[in-house]
């Protein structure tokens, strides 16, 4: 599948640069597009992932996340909760249709996650179990869950925050009734159920140098010594816009030094709201201050961000009032800290300045039609009119438009502003949306705004 993307490497750039909605009005001629941030992290051996929610892998949502990133993690849908919600029960569908995504566009999958103090399902959690019940439920979950993926997957979160700020272990089910040995012998069991995958201890606040991230350390460590099965350190970086911490690169370096892999896994950076342009430049910075630590050390495997839409983060919902926290806003434009991230990983796209832009994206797609929006925004320039074109290239026709004068001559489509929406003010941006049939494929087209 990566020969056959790479195939058609002029089509998907294409395909990128209406995707990426840059077109310049200023400028005679469109800012070439990056490279894909696959690309630009497969050319330096580095993985960008994204966690991915399975319903939502269809139309531009699916594009993006098959086009740019390399690797992904089901966001909820391997968590035990969300697998075997009553006893001896399983819902393997979301989680089978993600591996089922990455493997038709090679894309490598990192499990997450096997044993956590969160998202348990009630009867596991309400049980009364002796010690050795317990042990033999984790290690059966393991086994199940693990087995089931087997060679299929890159790499597993076995275990999931187990410390507490202070360095001390978090009081879980698992340690309440197993002991600290609980990590030692999920390991354990992961790598007997799957002996390929790469096996993670993951957990927040453990980015820079301090007691949370030294206790991981030790533990880590200790493991080594004794021969437990440990690849890497997963540090989630779920930052405060201000607070990537300063010792990041050299916390990453003391693991590595240790002889394990690093991964950043669950990266976002979010922001008081309404982000304004300064907060959102900040961003961008600091993404790529994430990206470079990580890019700057040999074991450092790569940069997952948890979510790579603000349409699909966590934040808004766990931390009322933040958010913005993603690479692209939420009608899927790439943000500022999307082109940090690019150029982090040596590509050399600066985000379009001065222009006014169109964005292409499909909203939802059934059997036969779809529902398509283009939005048009400006920043630094204004318009007191409009017209965006485009060109189907698979048969798509379009029935019925709103905000906007559809026409369509065979492939030709032209739409123009309605009375009431022509004036698009510096800083300001309007959307119009329509109804399209299609069949056989819905591919995006290159959208020109005149
Ligand atoms: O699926 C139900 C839906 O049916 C219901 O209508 C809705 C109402 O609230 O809830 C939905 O479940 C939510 C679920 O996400 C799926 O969207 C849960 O309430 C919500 O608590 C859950 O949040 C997840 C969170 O973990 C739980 O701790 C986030 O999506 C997920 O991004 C987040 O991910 C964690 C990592 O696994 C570990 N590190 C921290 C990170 C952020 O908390």
């Not at 913005?324 to 009608?331: I, L, S, V």
């Amino acid at each position: 599948m990566r020969s056959l993307r790479t195939g058609s490497t002029l089509a998907s750039l294409l395909t990128g640069v209406a995707m990426l909605g840059g077109l310049l009005l200023a400028a005679p001629v469109a800012q070439a597009a990056d490279a894909p941030l696959r690309d630009l992290a497969a050319a330096k051996g580095k993985v960008i992932g994204t966690a991915v929610t399975g319903s939502k892998l269809t139309g531009t949502y699916g594009e993006i996340a098959a086009r740019e990133f390399n690797a992904l993690t089901p966001g909820n849908a391997m968590k035990w909760e969300s697998v075997e919600p009553a006893r001896g029960s399983f819902n393997w569908a979301e989680a089978d249709r993600i591996v089922a995504f990455a493997e038709a566009n090679g894309q490598e999958v990192r499990g997450h996650t096997l044993v956590w103090h969160s998202q348990n399902p009630g009867w596991l959690t309400n049980g009364t179990w002796t010690a050795a019940q317990l042990r033999q439920l984790m290690t059966d979950h393991i086994a199940t869950e693990v087995g089931r993926y087997k060679g299929r997957l890159a790499t597993w979160d076995v275990v999931n925050e187990p410390f507490n700020e202070d360095g001390t272990y978090r009081q879980t089910l698992w340690y309440n009734g197993l002991g600290a040995d609980y990590i030692a012998q999920a390991l354990t069991a992961a790598r007997a159920a799957d002996p390929s995958a790469k096996l993670y201890i993951n957990d927040y606040n453990v980015e820079g140098v301090n007691a949370k991230s030294t206790a991981l350390y030790n533990l880590v460590k200790s493991l080594k010594e004794r021969g437990v099965p440990i690849d890497g350190v997963g540090l989630q970086a779920h930052l405060i816009l201000g607070q990537v911490p300063s010792t990041l690169q050299q916390n990453i370096q003391r693991f590595a030094d240790l002889g394990v892999d690093v991964a950043i896994t669950e990266l976002d950076i979010r922001i008081n709201l309404p982000a304004d342009s300064a907060e959102l430049a900040q961003q961008a910075t600091e993404y790529k201050q994430v990206v470079s630590a990580c890019v700057a050390v040999a074991r450092c495997v790569g940069v997952t961000v948890w979510g790579f839409t603000d349409s699909d983060s966590w934040i808004p919902d766990t931390f009322p009032g933040q958010g913005a926290a993603t690479p692209y806003d939420e009608n899927f434009a790439p943000k500022p800290a999307y082109h940090a991230i690019a150029e982090a990983l040596g590509g050399t796209t600066t985000p379009p300045t001065g222009a006014c832009k169109a964005t292409y994206s499909v909203v939802s797609q059934w059997n036969s039609g779809f529902t398509g929006q283009v939005r048009i925004a400006c920043d630094g320039a204004s318009l007191s009119s409009w017209k965006a074109t485009w060109a189907y290239g698979a048969g798509q026709r379009i029935s019925q438009s709103w905000n906007a004068t559809c026409t369509q001559s065979g492939a030709a489509v032209s739409c123009s502003n309605a009375s009431y929406n022509g004036t698009v003010p510096n800083g300001g941006s309007v959307t119009f949306g329509f109804n399209a049939s299609w069949s056989g494929s819905n591919p995006v087209p290159v959208v020109t705004l005149g």
